[in-house]
C-alpha cells in the first residue's frame, strides 16, 4: 500500500502510515470470514485500515482513531454514509418532465467512467457535476468526486437503468432516503413516458 507519497516504499519523509497489529489481525480475519467478494470486499479493507493507522513520526509514536462517517452492518460490510442529493433530484424531475430520458439503454455501457466524469468537468461547474448524483457521501470534501454516488445519467439525460441501479444499490447498501428518492423520480419517469 505503501505511504502517503504513493510510493509503494513505505516512506512519507518524516510521517509514515501503517496497520497496528491489531487492526491488521482484524483485517485478515475479516477476510477468512466475509463470503462476499469483489468491491465489497476492497471496502471492507480500506475501512479495516481506515479505522486504525499508526502515525510514526521523528518526534513521537502515536495511534490515533479515525472516525469517518461509516456505517458498519454485520462483521464484514462497511459502508459509507449518504444524503439526499436535493438540486440532483430537482435536476432529474425537470429533465423527466422535459421528456430527456432514455427508457431501455445499457446502464453498464453508457454509465459515466471517470474519461467521461472529467470531460465533463472541464467545461461544467461542481454544482453541475453534482446534479447528476442523488447521494452525497457524509464527511466527504465538497467538490472531490468522492463526495457524489448515486448517478443516474450520461450527462445529457436521465436513465431509467440508471435509476434502477441507484434504487438497487441504495437498497441493498440500506441508505434508505436515497432509494426513496430514486423509487420515486423512477416512478415519476414511468408515468411520464406512459
Known amino acids: 500500500m505503501g505511504g502517503p507519497s504513493g510510493r509503494g516504499d513505505g516512506s512519507a519523509g518524516p510521517t509514515s502510515w501503517a496497520l497496528t497489529r491489531d487492526a ?17 470486499t476492497q471496502l471492507n479493507a ?11 513520526t521523528a518526534a513521537s509514536v502515536a495511534t490515533r482513531r479515525i472516525a469517518p462517517t461509516i456505517t458498519r452492518f454485520g462483521q464484514n460490510a462497511v459502508i459509507a454514509s449518504y444524503s439526499v442529493n436535493q438540486p440532483a433530484v430537482e435536476r432529474a424531475r425537470q429533465l423527466i418532465d422535459a421528456r430527456q430520458y432514455v427508457l431501455e439503454s445499457e446502464w453498464g455501457e453508457v454509465q459515466p467512467g471517470a474519461d467521461e466524469e ?7 461547474s ?61 416512478q415519476r419517469l414511468d408515468k411520464a413516458s406512459g
Open 46 to 56: 480500506w475501512a479495516d485500515s481506515a479505522l486504525t493507522r499508526q502515525t510514526t
Open 126 to 186: 461542481w454544482d453541475e457535476y453534482a446534479e447528476w448524483h442523488l447521494g452525497l457521501t457524509d464527511g466527504a470534501a465538497d467538490e472531490t468526486k468522492a463526495r457524489y454516488g448515486f448517478v443516474y445519467g450520461d450527462f445529457r439525460r436521465v436513465h431509467r437503468a440508471g435509476l434502477i441501479a441507484c434504487v438497487y444499490r441504495a437498497a441493498e447498501w440500506r441508505h434508505k432516503d436515497v432509494e426513496l428518492a430514486a423509487h420515486d423520480l423512477l
Open 118 to 124: 472529467n470531460a465533463f468537468l472541464d467545461g461544467h
Open 24 to 40: 491488521a489481525t482484524t483485517t485478515s480475519a475479516a477476510r477468512k470470514r466475509s463470503k462476499v467478494v469483489g468491491p465489497c
